[in-house]
């Protein structure tokens, strides 16, 4: 990802939302990083990935300003912000 | 062959195809990239090149296998992105599921594309019309994936009219191809349009006056035996074009291989064989993987220079352990001519029969080797693909990622357990 800034620290997810009738699904609402509340507009895409036999799911998010990348592993229950995508890296891109 | 009629049977058969598949998703995950050109490559290098470019790259002429620079010259805005296969896999399993769940006669064909047989389905789905199922199966994509999701979605009575169909309207397009209509969308298509015609095919083609798809489908089953391909693929092209099924078929794996392009072309012969041993680290997983052991070996290397050189031997007994093959490709790559510098090596292994490995040997060391190799697999299922691994092909883990594997999804589970 060219535009993106690696970050890969926990964090702390604040809010949360679910989605889906049947079987609801937890999304990250908002998120505490370096003191600062990043609220989510849009969930981009959730995806479960197997890290061995750890289950880590994915979530692309975006607060309008920039993209998120947000892990859950599901077996130690820690959040972690793995990058931030932000357009305006996107001059320095070429 | 006596002549044959255009099938006049209802089509039954659906081709659905992921549009901009990679960059599609891409801008799914990421939604300031929507709207934007965006490129998708294995890896952002000064050199790399284009594997699947967004509808707004495509309209500014980014094309699939452009290099890095010269789809920047078209579209200056350019967002390059890194390939990310454990999203693709995700959106593959979803669209697997969606189309699994109208038919039990769902054929994979790779990781965008599938297809879907209503001949077999129960009368409840059978009674349904397949335009109105296309459009379900679009929404349901929509509201799985993502709103940014779209795929093409071809309906007509073979496999190879169905693909066709799917291309006609891209993106987002829905069309069906029967025989009331075959003649009058063939008018409209080049040969080139057809899948499976490419420069070569069409200069066989041309060399017999057949210069457009209506000629072609007019031309006798013997001109395209004899005179075209001169062989039975003639008389496939014949049947394909009138809407008989020849394209259901299933092949056996025959050979299981690796290969990369090296990052730089000035790497000493130390790295270059650190490489390699990583590349048969990864074929050794994935011969396990389909439970196979293989008897051939063959490398081969690309120089800078254009040349290619290979080399390979069929061995006495079976192997499946990375470290046999490491072993015995190491044995042929150094006999490799060593005057210009290598730009890409590849390793694969042939002669495949079902693996041994549950048979107990007489000889010891076999079975010291059998051991060691399903320990090793046990702890990377646990802890993640290379988490132990030899240590020749230690300093290339980091350097070589895992990519996709286009043309097909054998190995996807196991490649996506790689992250």
Sequence with gaps: ?94 | MPPLEINRQAPQVMHIDLNSCFATVEQQARPLLRGHPVGVTNRITKSCCIIAASYEAKSLGVKVGMRRDEAVRLAPDLILAESDPPKYHYVYQRLANIMKSYSPAVAMKSIDEGVIDFHHTRTYINRRDLSVIGLEIKQRLKDDVGSWMRCNIGIAPNRFLAKLAASLHKPDGLDVINHQNLRSTLAGLKLTDLSGIAERNQARLNGAAIYTPLEFLDAPAEVLRRQVFKSVCGEDWYKRLRGYEIDDQTFNTKTVGRQYVLENSRLDNATICSRLAYLCETTGMKLRYKNMCARGVMVYARYSSGDYWYDKKVFKTTFFSNAEICRRALLLFNRRPQDDYIREIGVSCYKLSPSDQNQLSLLEEVNQEVWLSQALDCINQKYGNFTIAYASAYPSHQMVKQKIPFGSTRYFELLCGAA
């Excluded at chain 1, 699904?25 to 036999?53: A, D, M, S, V, W």
């Design chain 1, 1 to 94: 990802m060219e535009d993106a800034i690696l970050i890969n620290q926990d964090i702390n997810v604040v809010a949360y939302y679910f989605k889906g009738k049947d079987q609801p699904k937890c999304f990250p609402k908002r998120i505490e990083y370096k003191g600062r509340q990043i609220t989510f507009t849009e969930t981009g895409l959730r995806h479960p990935t197997q890290k061995g036999q750890r289950m880590v799911h994915v979530f692309d998010m975006t607060d309008g300003q920039a993209d998120y990348r947000l892990e859950f592993d599901a077996a130690s229950l820690i959040w972690k912000l793995v990058y931030v995508a932000d357009m305006a890296y996107a001059a320095f891109r070429n």
